[in-house]
Antibody, heavy 118, light 106 residues
Framework: QVQLQQSGAELVKPGSSVKISCKAS????????MHWIKQQPGNGLEWIGW????????KYNQKFNGKATLTADKSSSTAYMQLSSLTSEDSAVYFC???????????WGQGVMVTVSS | EIVLTQSPTTTAASPGEKVTITCLAS?????MYWYQQKSGASPKLLIY???SLASGVPDRFSGSGSGTSYSLTINTMEAEDAATYYC?????????FGSGTKLEIK
């Protein structure tokens, strides 16, 4: 069955970077877009962008240009998101989600809590 | 950017009661999607393409709407439906979500 397994919680210092992962299984990784979504504590969902692992093409929400970098490793079926120049505003849960053939998010990872604190 | 405004922000319903959540878009969208998120969990797809029920979702859930006004209805509230509900569009970039409606059980 399809699974998206995300890496563990991160505690990072302001100004630093963090790279979180999303390991896919149960389907052909290179055939589906992988999206990333941010959820701040008690807040709604905010779309960051997507990557197509088949060729590495990416598309970002303009708001996250320069903040998030999406990559994918076909050999390990793992998608990555690096967040840079971290501030307290980046403290959030980050989800990866597969964009299904029906044009919706059909599978989600469990989320990664990133806490930015000195 | 298309802004999706949900109402109400918070509501409570008794078991068996009918619940309607509204999502208003700042510009016309071709389709709306609805997700349910329970506390501490990932969102789960409920409705796609405005009115189609996702696999495994009870048929007490339904969606409708067009243009700038969409709604999610729960015909008969059950305790397990207590959650936060989000609408989502991708008729234009960037993909956006509504601000969420928290539904509690009375």
């Amino acid at each position: 069955q399809v699974q998206l397994q995300q890496s563990g919680a991160e505690l990072v210092k302001p100004g630093s970077s963090v790279k979180i992962s999303c390991k896919a299984s149960g389907y052909t990784f290179t055939s589906y877009d992988m999206h990333w979504i941010k959820q701040q504590p008690g807040n709604g969902l905010e779309w960051i962008g997507w990557i197509y692992p088949g060729n590495g093409n990416t598309k970002y929400n303009q708001k996250f240009n320069g903040k998030a970098t999406l990559t994918a490793d076909k050999s390990s079926s793992t998608a990555y998101m690096q967040l840079s120049s971290l501030t307290s505003e980046d403290s959030a849960v980050y989800f990866c989600a597969r964009w299904g053939l029906g044009w919706y998010f059909d599978y989600w990872g469990q989320g990664v809590m990133v806490t930015v604190s000195s | 950017e298309i802004v999706l405004t949900q109402s109400p922000t918070t509501t409570a319903a008794s078991p068996g009661e009918k619940v309607t959540i509204t999502c208003l878009a700042s510009s016309s969208v071709s389709n709306m999607y609805w997700y349910q998120q329970k506390s501490g969990a990932s969102p789960k797809l409920l409705i796609y393409s405005t009115s189609s029920l996702a696999s495994g979702v009870p048929d007490r859930f339904s969606g409708s709407g067009s243009g700038t006004s969409y709604s999610l209805t729960i015909n008969t509230m059950e305790a397990e439906d207590a959650a936060t509900y989000y609408c989502q569009q991708w008729s234009s970039n960037p993909l956006t979500f509504g601000s969420g409606t928290k539904l509690e059980i009375k």
